[in-house]
């Protein structure tokens, strides 16, 4: 099946319809026959409707005209979606429904008045530009819950042609919204995926006997022969394909369209206007583009920046700057370093705002430099009707589902990158978790994880069933259900990380996946284990780290001294000043005053001073510059809790609790909050005002996640008491959630 036969059907039926007027209506009947819809774009599939409208002027009387056309062409065989319309009731229905609109807007001279059919089109077609406005929303409203009723063509188990998300009514519905001059959309690439569906669609006409529009399992061998590709699963890859292309155009276009709405109204600027986001990259209309100072050969790490501030911003990551990316951006170095890292775990963590701009690094061919081994899973459909995506798009999912429990892990950045590899290995004879484990651990190694990250990543991809599989299998009672778990996973944090990625891939899955059944069975089993785990290590009596660094003559001297080590991704600032309560504070709010990103911290006492040395982001800090905004903030001519304020309404809350078995010497406070500038102030301070002094504290920035743990002592030393510790962590609760 191909255009010509498309073509032919088309001059076929139109022959037909021409006859037809021509005997039931005589030369001057002041009407016209048109195709409109499928018919009229001249896509009659082997079963097809043929979409036709008796138009007239207003006041004029067919009479029987229409009786007599209808039914020769029934007599013919053909069947027939038919109506008479005077012009205005055209016009009519196309403002009571975006569906009529957008067939008119497709409408071909069949037979009768040229010129009114000429009228006919020119008039919708103005029609459509002018109320766009207006049409476009309802339209969009329809489109999305379509999606969110049929699902993706590119991962259904049974794909539907037209309906689904990316099928050939999405194509329409695009070519629709280009014709309203609004936003512009890819036409060359879209109309080849049209043309192509078409020809899918035909086959399938032709395969059922029917008019059916849904890819049944059985077909796929047979289409793959009709369509001369390879198999069934070479068959499979070409039509999900196409669906995840259109997808794709669909999301990016309406998102331009809600952008336009958005800019509607406010006063344009000539040029773009360009927002700073991150070195390199900018926001320009919504869509995330590179600044004029970027260098994609000098910056290897440009475009996983580019891609993690599109995806925690929730905009486009714009498909030409990624193809840039693609082709321009220097090659990682091997291993990666800390930064490259931090920002996949960004990008991962970004919820719904990943999956538009890891389909659009997919597209571009971005992600091979990322992530060459995706390929392996890249449109792979799961043996089990279960799932609700193909391996890949699962993978995403999993990803998303991740995000929303980092607050429940020490490691998110293992939680999610194991949630993007956890199918890796699919797609082989071999048991997937078995085959990935190894692929995984090379992937892991090649990102610059240390070797007890990799070790977690590839345990945790090699037994990533383990819990359900466990738990939904065995009677739950029996002791020896926990030692099944406890025989593979045999450390607190590797099974707190598989309960966590269990969660998210049961979620990603599908929701029969993740009942209250099978979660309360799942979430009991590790709560167990976990208890056992805990309860046979012995406590660690852990205390104030013992560590030693030179004073230096500055601080000697005048009791305060900053020094500043350049690093190749950023700067070690090292920090001596007097030990006082708050100290810690006002250190931690001079770096958020600046904006700079802090990704780890220590803190040590040497009496009578209190080392703190910060790992930053940021380069070429000058210690004078630091210095006097310091001792703004310590004599009280800065106040910085004006500038840093807790997270947005939103986000996901933050965990803080109180280690009791942890420390000695110390209470041990942990903390996990979305990372931004000011958390460690916002600790500090919340304690400082309870006259609470910090020990030790250690601050780890993972992905977006800030895990920060302080070593605490009354001002009189001695750690806390319980009711103190209790207060403690509600206060630093409510500094942080903005209670």
């Given at each position: 099946m191909s255009a010509t036969d498309r073509s032919r059907r088309t001059a076929e039926a139109d022959e037909v319809c021409a006859r037809a007027y021509a005997d039931a209506a005589g030369p001057e009947s002041g009407a016209a026959l048109v195709a409109v819809g499928g018919y009229g774009r001249g896509e009659l599939a082997p079963y097809s409707d043929w979409d036709v409208v008796l138009v007239h002027d207003e006041g004029i009387d067919l009479g029987e005209t229409a009786t007599k056309l209808w039914y020769p062409l029934w007599d013919h065989g053909a069947k027939i979606d038919h109506s008479v319309r005077s012009l205005p009731e055209m016009l009519g229905a196309a403002d009571g429904d975006p569906r009529v609109a957008l067939g008119l807007l497709d409408v071909r001279h069949l037979a009768g008045d040229t010129n009114l059919t000429l009228r006919l089109r020119a008039t919708m077609l103005a029609h459509w530009r002018k109320n766009a406005v207006q049409q476009l929303p309802a339209l969009r409203q329809l489109t999305f819950a379509r999606h969110e009723l049929l699902g993706e063509l590119a991962h259904a188990s049974v794909p539907d042609l037209k309906e689904m998300s990316g099928g050939l009514r999405d194509a329409t519905v695009l070519n629709a919204v280009v014709a309203t001059w609004l936003v512009d959309v890819p036409q060359v690439e879209l109309e080849r995926c049209r043309l192509s569906l078409l020809d899918v669609r035909d086959v399938v006409h032709e395969l059922a006997g029917r008019a059916v529009d849904r890819i049944a399992p059985e077909m796929w061998d047979e289409l793959a022969a009709r369509l001369e590709l390879g198999d069934a699963r070479a068959a499979q890859a070409f039509v999900r394909e196409l669906g995840r292309r259109i997808t794709h155009l669909s999301r990016l276009t309406w998102r331009r369209v809600d952008a336009y709405f958005r800019q509607r109204g406010a006063a344009s600027p000539r040029r773009p206007q360009l927002i700073p986001l991150a070195p390199g990259v900018a926001l320009a209309y919504d869509e995330v583009v590179l600044d004029r100072n970027a260098r994609p050969d000098r910056d290897p790490l440009l475009l996983l920046r580019a891609a993690a501030e599109a995806a925690e911003h929730d905009v486009v990551l714009a498909p030409a700057t990624a193809a840039r990316l693609a082709r321009e951006c220097a090659p990682l170095p091997v291993p990666w370093p800390e930064e490259a890292r931090n920002l996949l775990v960004r990008l991962l963590a970004a919820g719904r705002g990943l999956r538009d701009v890891w389909e659009t690094l997919e597209e571009t061919g971005a992600l091979d430099r990322i992530l060459p081994e995706w390929e392996r899973i890249r449109l792979l459909p799961h043996a089990s009707v279960i799932h609700r995506f193909t391996v890949d798009r699962h993978s995403v999912e999993t990803c998303i589902e991740a995000a929303g429990l980092i607050r429940s892990v020490r490691r998110p950045d293992v939680l999610l990158v194991t949630a993007l590899l956890h199918d890796i290995g699919k797609g082989e004879l071999t048991e997937h978790s078995v085959a990935g484990a190894p692929i995984a651990r090379v992937i892991a190694g090649r990102m610059g994880f240390d070797a007890r990250a990799v070790d977690l990543i590839a345990t945790l991809v090699r037994w990533h069933l383990l819990l359900a599989m466990t738990a939904t299998t065995r009677d739950p009672e029996d002791p020896a259900t926990v030692d099944v778990v406890l025989e593979r996973i045999d450390d607190p944090e590797a099974l707190s990380l598989l309960t966590a990625l269990t969660e998210a891939d049961s979620r990603a899955t599908s929701p029969k996946a993740w009942s209250s059944w099978r979660s309360r069975l799942i979430l009991g089993l590790a709560a167990r284990a976990?208890?056992?785990?805990?309860?046979?290590?012995?406590?660690?009596?852990?205390?104030?780290?013992?560590?030693?660094?030179?004073?230096?003559?500055?601080?000697?001297?005048?009791?305060?001294?900053?020094?500043?080590?350049?690093?190749?991704?950023?700067?070690?600032?090292?920090?001596?000043?007097?030990?006082?309560?708050?100290?810690?504070?006002?250190?931690?709010?001079?770096?958020?005053?600046?904006?700079?990103?802090?990704?780890?911290?220590?803190?040590?006492?040497?009496?009578?001073?209190?080392?703190?040395?910060?790992?930053?982001?940021?380069?070429?800090?000058?210690?004078?510059?630091?210095?006097?905004?310091?001792?703004?903030?310590?004599?009280?001519?800065?106040?910085?809790?004006?500038?840093?304020?807790?997270?947005?309404?939103?986000?996901?809350?933050?965990?803080?609790?109180?280690?009791?078995?942890?420390?000695?010497?110390?209470?041990?406070?942990?903390?996990r909050t979305a990372d931004r500038p000011g958390v460690v102030y916002l600790v500090a301070a919340a304690l400082a005002r309870l006259d609470i002094t910090v020990r030790s504290a250690h601050v780890d920035t993972l992905g977006p996640q800030a895990v920060d743990v302080f070593y605490l002592q009354e001002a009189s030393a001695g750690a806390l008491g319980e009711e103190r510790a209790a207060t403690a962590a509600t206060a630093v609760r409510s500094a942080l959630a903005g209670d």
């Open positions: 976990q208890r056992q785990l805990e309860g046979g290590a012995s406590a660690r009596a852990a205390g104030v780290p013992d560590e030693h660094l030179e004073i230096p003559r500055e601080a000697r001297k005048r009791g305060l001294s900053f020094d500043v080590e350049s690093l190749p991704d950023g700067s070690r600032v090292t920090v001596v000043a007097q030990d006082r309560v708050g100290l810690l504070a006002d250190m931690a709010a001079t770096f958020g005053l600046q904006r700079v990103a802090v990704r780890s911290a220590r803190v040590w006492m040497q009496e009578p001073y209190a080392i703190t040395v910060w790992e930053v982001a940021d380069a070429d800090l000058d210690p004078r510059v630091l210095r006097e905004r310091f001792e703004a903030i310590s004599d009280g001519r800065i106040d910085p809790s004006t500038r840093l304020k807790p997270a947005a309404a939103g986000t996901l809350a933050p965990s803080v609790v109180i280690r009791p078995d942890a420390g000695t010497r110390a209470t041990v406070l942990e903390v």
